[in-house]
Nanobody
Framework: QVQLVESGGGSVQAGGSLRLSCAVS????????MGWFRQVPGKEREGVAA????????FYADSVRGRFTISQDNAKNTVYLQMDSLKPEDTTVYYC?????????????????????WGQGTQVTVSS
Protein backbone atom coordinates (compact mmCIF):
# COMPACT_ATOMS: atom_id res chain seq x y z
CA GLN A 1 0.00 0.00 0.00
CA VAL A 2 1.41 3.34 -1.08
CA GLN A 3 1.36 6.12 1.49
CA LEU A 4 2.57 9.67 1.25
CA VAL A 5 2.62 11.60 4.52
CA GLU A 6 3.33 15.32 4.57
CA SER A 7 4.62 17.21 7.57
CA GLY A 8 6.22 20.54 8.35
CA GLY A 9 3.35 22.88 7.71
CA GLY A 10 2.52 25.65 10.12
CA SER A 11 2.15 29.38 10.60
CA VAL A 12 4.86 31.92 9.87
CA GLN A 13 5.13 35.61 9.22
CA ALA A 14 5.78 36.97 5.76
CA GLY A 15 9.44 36.58 4.85
CA GLY A 16 9.80 33.49 6.97
CA SER A 17 10.62 29.91 6.01
CA LEU A 18 9.16 26.45 6.33
CA ARG A 19 10.33 23.06 5.16
CA LEU A 20 7.75 20.51 4.15
CA SER A 21 8.56 16.82 4.17
CA CYS A 22 6.87 14.00 2.28
CA ALA A 23 7.66 10.57 3.65
CA VAL A 24 6.83 7.81 1.19
CA SER A 25 6.15 4.16 1.97
CA UNK A 26 5.20 1.29 -0.28
CA UNK A 27 6.70 3.11 -3.26
CA UNK A 28 10.26 3.79 -4.31
CA UNK A 29 10.94 7.47 -4.68
CA UNK A 30 13.98 7.02 -6.88
CA UNK A 31 13.48 7.08 -10.65
CA UNK A 32 10.05 8.62 -10.49
CA UNK A 33 8.45 12.02 -10.52
CA MET A 34 7.59 13.61 -7.18
CA GLY A 35 5.63 16.81 -7.03
CA TRP A 36 4.31 19.39 -4.61
CA PHE A 37 0.96 20.98 -5.26
CA ARG A 38 -1.22 23.48 -3.48
CA GLN A 39 -4.91 24.22 -3.66
CA VAL A 40 -6.86 27.26 -2.66
CA PRO A 41 -10.55 26.50 -2.00
CA GLY A 42 -12.56 26.99 -5.16
CA LYS A 43 -9.55 26.81 -7.45
CA GLU A 44 -7.75 24.04 -9.28
CA ARG A 45 -4.83 22.29 -7.69
CA GLU A 46 -1.66 24.14 -8.69
CA GLY A 47 1.67 22.52 -9.41
CA VAL A 48 4.33 24.18 -7.27
CA ALA A 49 7.45 22.11 -7.89
CA ALA A 50 8.55 18.69 -9.08
CA UNK A 51 11.68 16.60 -9.11
CA UNK A 52 12.81 13.76 -11.35
CA UNK A 53 14.19 11.65 -8.56
CA UNK A 54 16.40 9.53 -10.79
CA UNK A 55 18.20 12.39 -12.50
CA UNK A 56 17.60 15.22 -10.09
CA UNK A 57 16.02 17.65 -12.56
CA UNK A 58 13.76 20.14 -10.84
CA PHE A 59 10.84 22.20 -12.04
CA TYR A 60 9.07 25.17 -10.49
CA ALA A 61 6.03 27.30 -11.01
CA ASP A 62 6.87 30.90 -11.88
CA SER A 63 5.20 32.06 -8.68
CA VAL A 64 7.70 30.22 -6.46
CA ARG A 65 10.87 30.03 -8.56
CA GLY A 66 13.79 31.46 -6.60
CA ARG A 67 11.97 31.11 -3.28
CA PHE A 68 11.15 27.38 -3.05
CA THR A 69 13.53 24.45 -3.44
CA ILE A 70 12.53 20.84 -3.94
CA SER A 71 14.94 18.09 -2.99
CA GLN A 72 15.06 14.37 -2.30
CA ASP A 73 16.66 11.92 0.09
CA ASN A 74 16.49 8.50 -1.52
CA ALA A 75 17.90 6.80 1.56
CA LYS A 76 14.94 8.09 3.56
CA ASN A 77 12.47 7.80 0.67
CA THR A 78 11.52 11.39 1.39
CA VAL A 79 11.02 14.51 -0.67
CA TYR A 80 11.29 18.02 0.75
CA LEU A 81 10.05 21.47 -0.16
CA GLN A 82 12.09 24.27 1.36
CA MET A 83 10.01 27.43 1.28
CA ASP A 84 11.79 30.74 1.86
CA SER A 85 10.66 34.34 1.59
CA LEU A 86 7.11 33.23 2.16
CA LYS A 87 4.27 35.54 1.18
CA PRO A 88 0.68 35.71 2.42
CA GLU A 89 -0.46 34.47 -1.00
CA ASP A 90 1.41 31.21 -0.34
CA THR A 91 -1.18 30.41 2.32
CA THR A 92 -3.08 27.23 1.53
CA VAL A 93 -2.90 23.44 1.84
CA TYR A 94 0.13 21.78 0.26
CA TYR A 95 0.07 18.26 -1.12
CA CYS A 96 2.78 15.80 -2.04
CA UNK A 97 2.21 13.58 -5.06
CA UNK A 98 3.96 10.82 -6.97
CA UNK A 99 3.77 9.42 -10.44
CA UNK A 100 5.81 6.96 -12.46
CA UNK A 101 7.90 7.99 -15.43
CA UNK A 102 9.17 11.26 -16.74
CA UNK A 103 8.97 14.51 -14.84
CA UNK A 104 9.42 17.11 -17.57
CA UNK A 105 7.80 20.14 -19.08
CA UNK A 106 6.70 18.09 -22.10
CA UNK A 107 5.21 15.48 -19.80
CA UNK A 108 3.33 18.17 -17.92
CA UNK A 109 4.85 17.90 -14.47
CA UNK A 110 2.29 20.42 -13.18
CA UNK A 111 -0.77 18.43 -14.26
CA UNK A 112 -2.38 17.15 -11.08
CA UNK A 113 -4.47 14.41 -12.70
CA UNK A 114 -1.32 12.79 -14.06
CA UNK A 115 -0.19 11.85 -10.55
CA UNK A 116 -1.11 8.46 -9.16
CA UNK A 117 -0.59 8.92 -5.43
CA TRP A 118 -1.34 11.77 -3.05
CA GLY A 119 -0.74 12.71 0.53
CA GLN A 120 -3.37 14.11 2.85
CA GLY A 121 -2.03 17.67 2.74
CA THR A 122 -0.47 20.04 5.22
CA GLN A 123 -1.60 23.59 5.97
CA VAL A 124 0.74 26.53 5.44
CA THR A 125 -0.34 29.91 6.76
CA VAL A 126 1.66 33.08 6.13
CA SER A 127 0.61 36.23 7.95
CA SER A 128 1.45 39.74 6.85
Amino acid sequence: QVQLVESGGGSVQAGGSLRLSCAVSGYTVSRNCMGWFRQVPGKEREGVAAIQTGGGSTFYADSVRGRFTISQDNAKNTVYLQMDSLKPEDTTVYYCAARRGACTVVAGWWVAVSYNYWGQGTQVTVSS
